[in-house]
């Protein structure tokens, strides 16, 4: 009997047993195929980099640590890990603030919906098409690029002093150049008198403003006691016929150029020649000896916009191109925390007088504190790759000054560096910098789990 | 009414002198004000943030002489520059129509074959028992933040090996293992959700594990499957490093036929500018036709 039962039970352990190892079989065969992939492609990769780094280029030599060292030493590389922190600490920083301060202003509009989805846009646009769209804009020809556009017509609106950049004036004539690249009268001259021509040449017809007229007639005015009065003008007739340095009737006034009479090196008295050329200085000492001078800003070539992809500003600049891919993302994130914050909090505050400033500092950035961590860290880990914005904005010549981790990466292992030893240790070094990012996750991960 | 206000003052001041709080109708005219400022200042925000894409879309309607002299923006005064040559010239390099044609080929397996082995992952994770699950799953989270970077070394001489190197399975496969750790840790996440009830009942009625998954999980699980796909889609479509290294001519997509063209830029705007709003244009229209899932995915995948 008991070996009856005893079999019996024996027998129903076994296919319990045997249903179990069912079981975990049919368990093992969905979750088989994406692990061995992930073994294969990830795992195996990360560990097989990890190794590598601590060969020398060509595999062969253990150099142990040499390849870290080297990452320090190497001009390049060095670069690529200093543009990496700027970004690092920039833009997350810059993102998590404009999305904050977008998100907490659109909820005051009517049009929120349309806004977000304005902003959130550029994330669904590839790396390489917002590298050309911001190439594009930052083209540094203001007549081409977007931004130098806008920035040299905000630049005019404040300074409207025109400039005759070819202007000189004749060799031998009664104006000199100086070493700073102004004119100055080589003789003294003095209040009263008869007005002074002061003729250049060198400026093409079409550079002469269309406002203005012939300077015959302000040459040949008379000044007051105690006034300096004179006339800039082209000293060349169109079609010829002129006389060099004397004004003839067909010659014209050049406007908008500053004047200066200096005394004892000290510039007295300051003006600006109207649409004939023709400028005056009032109460200067009769009889006194003084210098009229053209101050080399008249010449200067006009501002041309920034150089934005030159080697100061490249990083700025593909920065920028990120805020514009990301802002969104940050926004609506944190919007999304905004609209989860208890509203009583914030209307208790507001009805006890607390003014929106004081709202906003006091009540919603605390409470959204964890939010804004996660968006921060997101972005950090995000912004660690960053490479194809890079790889495409920075033109050839000034790639070497926008490199990052990820594009030193590239350039050491497959672009024509060919060291694949300090490319593998670039790519640990990578990875070592997400950890925390990666201890992160698991830790919040194992929270939500307990 | 002061004492329901200590957030707002300084725990250092004794006796806070609050403002008088400001009259009803100072407060709303201040309020609209404010808000006329709020408004005019995020108009200007979408000000900026449209005009760059908008200097694409019209130089990639502009000659390439009209480019060369000039900025985007006359067009807007003189409309006639305006033309879809460009565009039509795009469609006969054949160049460009392979790329766009290998893009189709390397993102839909991607995201099938994503979305399916994940799934079935998720599942396992989520509700069956084998040796080393929860190890194996933490595993997966670690794995959410490896840059792409760290694999291509290897995975080029591997598939060097294997001959994937420079095919499109190869560039697929490599996208695959890449995009399963968050498609894994989403899916599991999502699944586990699932009441335990309604999934007993299933076992119930018979059937095995492959039976439940496909008439239970896959439905219930849609959402998630519909946010990962897209998510999934646009980060392969988009992808220019992966392609750089694993295609060669033949099988390189879009991105990497654009990219080997910017190294002339600012002679080919004709050539770039429609071929960069060609590329954006199928994952613009896949955001605005799916956009709370393309916004969830979006959000839930920036982990990675």
């Known amino acids: ?157 404040f300074e409207d002093g025109a400039s005759y950049p070819g202007a000189r004036a004749r060799e031998g004539g009664d104006v000199r150049r100086t070493g700073d690249g102004a004119y100055e009268t080589t003789a003294a001259v003095s209040p009263g008198g008869t007005a002074l021509p002061l003729g250049l040449v ?44 004397a004004v003839d009737a067909a010659e014209r006034g050049l406007p908008g150029l500053a004047v200066e009479a200096v005394r004892d090196g000290r510039a007295v008295a300051t003006a600006t020649t109207g649409a004939d050329g023709a400028f005056r200085f009032d109460g200067l000492e009769e009889g006194g000896a003084y210098t009229v001078r053209l101050p080399a800003e008249n010449f200067a070539e006009p501002f041309g916009g920034v150089s934005w992809l030159g080697p100061a500003l490249v990083t700025p600049a593909i920065i920028g191109a990120y805020l514009w891919i990301w802002t969104g993302f940050a926004m609506v ?14 209307e208790a505050a507001r009805i006890d007088g607390a003014n929106e400033w004081q709202v906003f500092r006091r009540i919603t950035v605390p409470l959204l504190a964890p939010v804004l961590t996660v968006v921060f860290v997101t972005l950090v880990i995000n912004v660690m790759k960053v490479f194809d914005l890079i790889y495409i904005i920075a033109p050839g010549p000034v790639q070497q000054d926008a490199t990052v981790l990820a594009t030193q990466m590239w350039l050491v292992s497959f672009g024509g560096g060919n060291d694949q030893g300090l490319g593998s240790a670039l790519s640990v070094l990578l990875l070592l910098l997400v950890v925390p990012a990666m201890v992160f996750n698991v830790r919040r991960f194992r929270r939500s789990q307990s | 009414m002061t004492a329901t206000a200590p957030v707002l003052v300084e725990p250092a001041s004794p006796a806070p002198l609050a403002p008088p709080p400001p009259r009803p109708r100072r407060r709303r005219l201040r309020r609209l004000l404010g808000n006329g400022l709020v408004q005019a200042f995020l108009l200007v925000v979408g000000l900026v943030w449209i005009t760059p894409v908008a200097g694409l879309l ?32 795009l469609l006969d390099d054949a160049g460009m129509t392979r790329a766009f044609w290998n893009t ?49 070394l290897p995975v080029a001489k591997l598939f060097g090996q294997l001959g994937l190197f420079g095919t499109i399975p190869g560039v697929v496969l490599f996208h695959v293992a890449y995009g399963l750790p968050f498609a894994v840790f989403l899916l599991r996440n999502y699944f586990a959700e699932m009441p335990r009830e309604m999934l007993e009942a299933a076992r119930m009625d018979g059937g095995g594990e492959w039976r439940v998954f496909v008439h239970l999980v896959i439905p219930v699980g849609r959402p998630a499957l519909a946010s990962l796909a897209i998510f999934q889609f646009l980060w392969v479509w988009n992808d220019m490093l992966v392609a750089l290294l694993f295609a060669d001519s033949s099988s390189q997509p879009l991105t990497v036929e654009l990219q080997s063209q910017v190294r002339q830029f600012g002679s080919n705007i004709d050539v770039l500018a429609p071929g960069a709003f060609l590329s954006l244009v199928v994952p613009v229209v896949v955001f605005l036709a799916f956009q709370r899932h393309f916004v969830q995915g979006v959000m839930a995948g920036s982990v990675k």
């Open chain 2, 104 to 152: 189709v080929l390397i993102s839909v397996p991607t995201t099938v074959l994503v979305v399916a082995l994940a799934a079935l992952a998720g599942y396992a994770f989520a509700w069956l028992e084998f040796p080393g699950r929860d190890w194996l799953f933490l595993l997966v989270v670690a794995l959410l933040v490896v840059p792409v970077q760290v694999g291509l």
């Open chain 1, 333 to 346: 994130l944190i919007g999304a925390g905004l609209s989860a914050l208890p509203r009583d909090a914030l």
């Open chain 1, 1 to 157: 009997m008991t070996t009856v039962t005893e079999t019996a039970r024996r027998g129903a352990a076994d296919t319990r047993r045997r249903a179990g190892r069912r079981r975990r079989a049919v368990a093992l065969a969905f979750a088989l195929p994406a692990l061995l992939l992930l073994g294969a492609l990830v795992v195996y990769p990360v560990l097989f980099s990890v190794g590598r780094s601590f060969f020398d280029a060509s595999g062969t030599r253990f150099v142990g640590g040499g390849n870290y060292v080297e990452m320090f030493r190497d001009p390049a590389t060095l670069r690529a890990v200093r543009n990496s922190t700027v970004w690092v600490v920039v833009a997350p920083t810059l993102l998590t603030a404009l999305g904050l301060i977008l998100a907490v202003l659109v909820e005051r509009i009517r049009w929120a919906a349309a806004f977000k989805l304005l902003l959130f846009l550029p994330m669904a646009v590839s790396f390489l098409a917002a590298g050309i769209i911001f190439r594009l804009a930052y083209e540094e020809d203001p007549d081409k690029g977007v931004l130098n556009a806008a920035v040299v017509g905000v630049h005019d609106l």
């Open chain 2, 58 to 89: 019209l130089s990639s309607l502009r000659s390439a002489q009209d480019s060369a002299s000039s900025g985007w923006w006359t067009a807007l005064a003189d409309p006639g520059q305006l033309s879809f040559a460009n565009y039509a010239a």
């Open chain 1, 202 to 245: 060198g400026v093409r017809p079409a550079e002469v403003p269309p406002e203005a007229r012939p300077a015959a007639a302000a040459a040949a005015g008379k000044p007051g006691p105690g006034e300096l009065r004179g006339v800039v003008y082209l000293d060349f007739t169109p079609g010829g016929g002129g006389r060099p340095g």
